[in-house]
């Protein structure tokens, strides 16, 4: 049939691409890399090819997720492995193009690594440097290989093949093979997969709904967006599968606005789907109906719970309502609809291409599968990273992170965003799986990792995620509605020094009521940030308590003063005070006055680094 | 305005399903959403101004009043705000002399905070105009604006 056709020559393409005489150069252009100046790097390589009238494909190619070594690029040439090239500037992408495309130098002290059968002295296997070694790229594994603008680039690797084995098989056979599988929810919860589509199944309606939920509205986080920009044909056929699995004909994919490059995309993807039959009526001739909608998300972080998502889809403000009914038996206009993350489904569409037993290779007992996480805040190799779920928390930050960025004291790990909670150095060791992220008061969530180093003040972090919780409470339950406000001014005061004795023991038990009485997941999770950082930096809270600040964050707990003996005069600090609180004439020792001062930090920043004459001081005095 | 607004709506079907949307192109296409295009989004899908509002309210999305030329978007996610967000927003506020969530007198410049703009490795980064600049510190905001 057709399609065999088209796959035939997308496979034919694909190798040419990648195989052929014509040197190919891939190009991280996904959001970050382009902000990291992935465009101005394309321009200068395309201008000084052609200049030099050297023949090569350069082709945009989504995240590949070391994010650190932005800009990114890699280099294929004929019967040579493919070589990718971190941090490069103009002047390195110039000499590239000089000694590896014009000549054939490849230039190791650039490289990152390679990837293929193939090796060249002085550079290693990618796979086996430590930011890779531990990872199991599935769920990523186009990401930053392909064109996500090609459809065929999809074909090529798989694509498709998963939904085109799937609508050979019962819907009921489908969710038994989701099942055998172990799959839970990537979106945060982690609730299994087939169980959910079985309630919807089992629904009797003569309409149902797919929904995908790409808001990731989780600070800290990108990972669906990066796949949405890198692979959005990964989720569509994800889609239609768990669509045809639980008998929805409409499916939408709820995305934030924050992410115009992934609404592209999809729009794209969706469009080239619809033109082979991928999507619509008749699917493949399978007899399966199925349209994705896409409906742009308009900033509300309560949105991410499910009965939120379903009002805002209806045109709604984003309030949650009481569960029971459970969407999956009444969702989005009183019709059963199930609402997945795109991690998902995304999932969903490798465990069709290849089968159930194949994604249990990795994971733990209850937590099967892969999990991709984005590994940010203050460590030396940001990314976006796909681990074994159980792998632990010391592997993903020490060996594939790198450690501490600029080699501080590592304090915590930050898990599942404001729904998560704080974990100190002494658990490292544990696996990264749902059940044991929640044994010690987090969450997995959606995957977002945030480092946080000696100089993060955990009062200050808890203060930041309850401020986040009080603004996106929706307002409808009393307890999230007051107990976040509550504690917001709490934590407030004890950041400006105006704890109380007892403020500790008022913000455990209100943020106690606050999760156990809360009508949906924001406020049932919203104080697992202040109550993981008491559990586990108590003294930090007490030190604030007694009008300090150990980390030399908070500004109210702080002060800053002049060395004598490095101070010179520069009078540069005196300038740039905003208050006048920095007396002292050019070229004599500067004093600031404490009771004018307010710790701005501005001289800090301003003092040149060779005098290095103001420091920090934790306490007011 | 009510002629420009129509070719708004001329692609919708004036369902109370599609206010959020409808918001949406509004908002592109006028950079804000006044009383007026309420009023006319409230009649062309016929529910009351009130309701328009509350939704319209509900969102961090919608705004009332216009932005600048150059809208600048802080972000305020974990990444950023442990890598020093805190003080950048305090030297954008100080270059520009607006406050968050202010345009700028000569309508040069406006400044909204927003959750997270999904850039977090290259923390703390904000977005003018739908690009990103990214590992900012006091001293590049300095740079970035000092030329107004």
Redesign the interface.
């Known amino acids: 049939m057709n399609l065999d056709k088209v796959i035939n020559v997308a496979k034919k393409e694909w190798d040419d691409l990648y195989s052929g005489k014509t040197p190919l150069i891939l190009i991280g252009a996904a ?2 890399g ?3 100046g992935a465009i101005k790097i394309m321009k200068i390589i395309s201008k000084e090819t052609k200049e030099r009238n050297i023949e090569c494909n350069i082709m945009e190619v989504g995240c590949i997720g070391l ?2 070594a ?1 800009p990114l690029i890699c280099i294929k040439k004929a019967n040579k492995p493919l070589i990718f090239y971190g941090n490069i500037t103009p002047e390195k992408a110039i000499e590239l193009v000089n000694s590896y495309l014009e000549n054939d130098e490849p230039l190791p002290e650039y490289a990152l690594g390679t990837i293929g059968e193939k090796t060249l002295k002085g550079i290693p296997k990618l796979y086996e440097t430590p930011v890779l070694e531990h990872q199991v790229r599935r769920v990523l594994n186009n990401c930053g290989i392909i064109n996500p603008t090609e459809i065929n680039h999809y074909f090529a690797n798989n694509g498709y093949q998963g939904l085109i084995k799937a609508l050979k098989q019962k819907p009921e056979d489908i969710i038994d093979e989701v099942k055998e599988s172990g799959i839970r929810g990537r979106g945060g919860a982690g609730f299994p997969t087939w169980r959910k589509w079985q309630f919807c199944r089992d629904a009797k309606a003569n309409e149902k709904y797919l929904v995908c939920n790409a808001d ?7 990972m669906n ?1 990066s796949l949405l920009e890198g692979d959005p044909h990964s989720l569509i056929e994800g889609m239609v599968i768990s669509a045809y699995a639980i008998g929805a004909n409409t499916g939408y994919i709820y995305c934030r ?4 490059l992934a609404l592209e995309r999809l729009a794209l993807a969706i469009e080239q789907a619809e033109k082979l039959n991928l999507l619509g009526d008749n699917i493949l001739g399978s007899g399966f109906d199925f349209k994705i909608k896409v ?2 998300g ?4 309560v949105c991410g719970e499910e009965t939120a998502l379903i009002a ?8 949650p309502r009481p569960r029971p009914p459970f969407p999956a038996v009444s969702g989005l206009w009183g019709k059963p609809t199930i609402i997945n993350n795109v991690e998902t489904l995304v999932s969903i569409s490798r465990i069709f291409q290849n089968d159930a037993k194949w994604f249990t290779q990795y994971g733990s007992d209850k937590s099967k599968g892969t999990k991709t996480f ?1 590994l ?3 460590i030396k190799r ?3 990273i796909e681990v074994p779920l159980g792998t632990t928390l010391e592997t993903i930050i020490y060996k594939i992170g790198g450690g501490v960025f600029e080699d501080k004291e590592f304090k915590a790990v ?1 898990t599942g ?1 404001p729904s998560g909670g704080c974990v100190p150095k002494e658990l490292l060791n544990i696996p990264v799986d749902y059940d044991s992220l929640a044994e010690v008061g987090t969450i997995m969530g959606s995957g ?1 990792l ?1 480092v ?1 180093d000696e100089n ?1 003040c955990m009062v200050d ?1 808890a203060r ?2 309850i401020d ?1 919780a009080q603004k ?1 409470s ?1 307002g409808k339950c009393v307890p999230c509605r007051l107990g976040n406000k509550q504690m917001f001014e709490i934590l407030d005061d004890i950041t400006k020094g105006k704890g109380k004795e007892q403020d500790i023991d008022m913000l455990e038990k209100i943020g106690k009521s606050v999760k156990a009485t809360s009508l949906c997941g924001l406020g049932q999770t919203s104080p697992n940030p202040v109550l993981t950082t008491i559990r586990y930096f108590r003294d930090e809270y007490e030190a604030h308590i007694n009008k300090e600040c150990p980390a030399k964050v908070c500004k109210g707990l702080i002060s800053f003063k002049i060395d004598p003996d490095k101070c010179t005069g520069c009078h540069i600090c005196f300038k740039v005070c ?1 208050t006048g609180a920095i007396i002292g004439n050019a070229k004599e020792n500067h004093l600031i006055i404490q009771e004018k001062c307010i710790q ?3 001289c800090y ?1 301003s003092c040149p680094d060779k005098f290095s004459a103001i420091n920090v001081f934790s306490g007011r005095s | 305005m009510e002629k420009e607004i129509e070719s708004v709506f001329s692609n919708f079907k004036g ?7 409808l ?2 192109k509004v908002q592109e296409d006028f950079g804000y959403l006044s009383d007026e295009a309420i009023l006319n989004v409230a009649k062309f899908i016929s529910v009351p101004k009130s309701k328009v509002y ?2 319209a309210t ?5 705004r009332f009043s216009p932005i600048g030329k150059k809208h600048i ?1 802080l ?9 020093g967000a805190p ?1 950048i927003l ?1 030297e954008i506020e ?1 270059q520009l002399k607006i406050t968050n969530g202010e345009t700028s007198e000569d309508g040069e410049y406006s400044l909204e905070s ?10 703390p ?1 904000i977005m003018i105009n ?5 590992n900012l510190t ?2 590049k905001i300095k740079k970035l604006f000092s030329k107004k």
Do not use: W
Request: hydrophobic share 35%.
């Open positions: 959001t970050c382009k902000s990291a994010c650190y932005e990731e509205g989780d600070p800290g986080a990108f967006r606005a924050e992410y115009p409906k742009e308009a900033g509300a972080f805002s889809i209806e045109g709604e403000r984003g309030m984005a940010v805040g203050q940001t990314g976006l930050q965003g977002g945030v946080m993060t972090v930041y995620f986040f996106e929706c905003p701005c930090g501005v920043e | 369902k109370s399903q599609e206010l959020i949307q918001l949406q509350s939704v509900f969102y961090a999305q919608f978007m972000c305020r996610g974990t990444a950023c705000h442990v890598k003080r305090d100080n927003v959750a997270c703009i999904g850039a977090c490795s290259l923390a980064c739908n690009e990103v600049q990214a006091p001293d």
